[in-house]
């Protein structure tokens, strides 16, 4: 058992968690994603296509002199108890993780990075075998998508200050009563400028069974000084120490509480 | 005479809204609670017809039913209402819960039995009422788009 020195909970409130890189464009082209699908279909035998992440470059010219195609995707691989995903576009890798269900265990980073590192590992092999050249990556990244529901210990989507103690009320000074909803993004930059940590909260529905809930999201990225596998793995450690921490720091004693805070 | 088949031709760079892009990394379906700008106002209503008592309508009317309540929430988190104007939301006599729309000369209730069922009923204005049963979402959004003339 690794010695856990961030913030811990025993029942956090995390639904959901992926860890990516971004990097510059692979000649990725659509055989590819069959032919990788083919390599990892044992343990992700479900698909998915889905429009890219970022700015993409669309080209159809079907009566050029040579046909030019260019229809850029990503897809989705997902594995047999759908709780993991692979995220694949040309400049693109991600693995996330969700709880099946709400009330599922909670699955710890400690647990997720190796399997994140192995994949990583798999897609780094590919694109060599296929003559795409070793990833260059630009960005590393971890989120955490933590799901309050309504009422456990809140019920109020006008006074988030219960949750966040530093979120303000949005009232007016005299013409503005309060707000039936709030909803922020706030940004903050790591030391060195190394990267940055955002954070989003957003009154939703949760669609698997129409509850309330404020989505609490927190990414943390960082640009890696190489791409080296030791460093990235720093990165990633670097990204998720910052999400942890920030976590604990903009929510309320009381929610640590009912998270049960170590 | 056999025609050319025509192909469009497109190019150019394209990205979706930046406040669009976190939700799209992620996995865990969720839709906000701000679009419509509705939304909230109905939940809250939903939730105030949780708390009536049988009787309610001094007519023996039995109190809303926990499956109606769930499947309303989940027909509203998964169609496309983003179009959709303010629906009408009221109990029904028999524990079921319905929402209503009138769009020009359309109306459409949909109707949630206390079982969960979930029933549409169509209407065109000094035409004939259509009722269905609904037993997919791909059912229910396509009453949604017949009010709203899509179809």
Known sequence: ?262 | MAHALRLPNFFGRNALRQDQEPNRRQWYGVKSLQSPAWLKETYDRIAALEALKENWDSYGGLPVADDAISMLRMLLSNLDIEDMPTPHVAPLPDGGIGLHWRVGARDLEIEVEATGEVLSLQTDVGGESIPRNVHTLSEAQKSLDWVLGKI
């Open chain 1, 1 to 262: 058992m690794p010695e856990r020195t961030l913030p811990d909970y025993d029942n956090p409130p995390a639904q959901e968690t992926w860890m990516a890189f971004a990097f510059a464009p692979l000649p990725w082209r659509v055989p590819h994603f069959g032919a990788f699908w083919s390599e990892i279909k044992g343990d992700y035998p479900a698909f998915e296509v889905h429009p890219p992440i970022g700015e993409f470059n669309l080209e159809f010219n079907a009566v050029a002199p040579e046909a030019i195609v260019n229809l850029p995707v990503r897809c989705w691989f997902k594995n047999d108890q759908s709780n993991r995903l692979i995220q694949v576009q040309n400049n693109r890798f991600f693995h996330n993780w969700r709880r099946p269900n709400p009330t599922a265990p909670y699955l710890h980073y400690d647990e997720l990075k190796p399997v994140f590192e192995r994949e990583w590992g798999r897609f780094c092999e590919f694109a060599n075998r296929y003559d795409l050249g070793a990833p260059n990556v630009l960005s590393c990244e971890v989120a955490y998508i933590n799901h309050l529901d309504r009422n456990v210990g809140w019920d109020n989507f006008s006074d988030l200050s219960h949750i966040f103690p530093s979120v303000g009320s949005f009232e007016g000074k005299n013409f503005l009563a309060k707000p039936e909803t709030i909803s922020a993004n706030a940004s903050y930059v790591m030391p060195s400028n190394e990267g940055r940590l955002q954070v989003v909260i957003q009154p939703a529905i949760r669609r698997q069974d129409g509850k309330e809930i404020i989505q609490l999201s927190i990414t943390g990225s960082c640009r890696p000084a190489s791409s080296d596998t030791n460093e990235l793995m720093r990165c990633l450690d670097s990204c998720r120490g910052w999400v942890v921490r920030g976590f604990d720091d903009l929510t309320s004693p009381e929610m640590h509480k009912i998270w049960r805070k170590k």
